[in-house]
């Protein structure tokens, strides 16, 4: 199942606050990335937050797995989880 997921950052954090995770957050993400969980990470251009899109069998590991991101631990972001699915509106084309 594709999820996507969009950070959300706590309000009032601060850089100095992100700072002593950023290291660790990069090795994580980079750990699911060689896992085949994580299949695209972005940063968004009109604010400063992530976007990841996440291969898992449902919506309880992608919880977990956002879980195991220490930004996430140090609770200074959450997640937005959008599961999604196929796009099927082409079938009207053959129809």
Known sequence: MKILA?????AGATAGDFEPH????????WALQQEGILREIY???DQHSAVLMLECADLAQANTVLASMP???AGLITFEVIPLGPYD????LFA
């Open 71 to 73: 930004l996430v631990r």
């Open 6 to 10: 969009l950070e959300v950052e706590r």
């Open 22 to 29: 950023l290291r660790a957050e990069a090795a994580q993400a």
């Open 89 to 92: 509106g082409f079938e009207r």
């Open 43 to 45: 940063f968004r251009t």
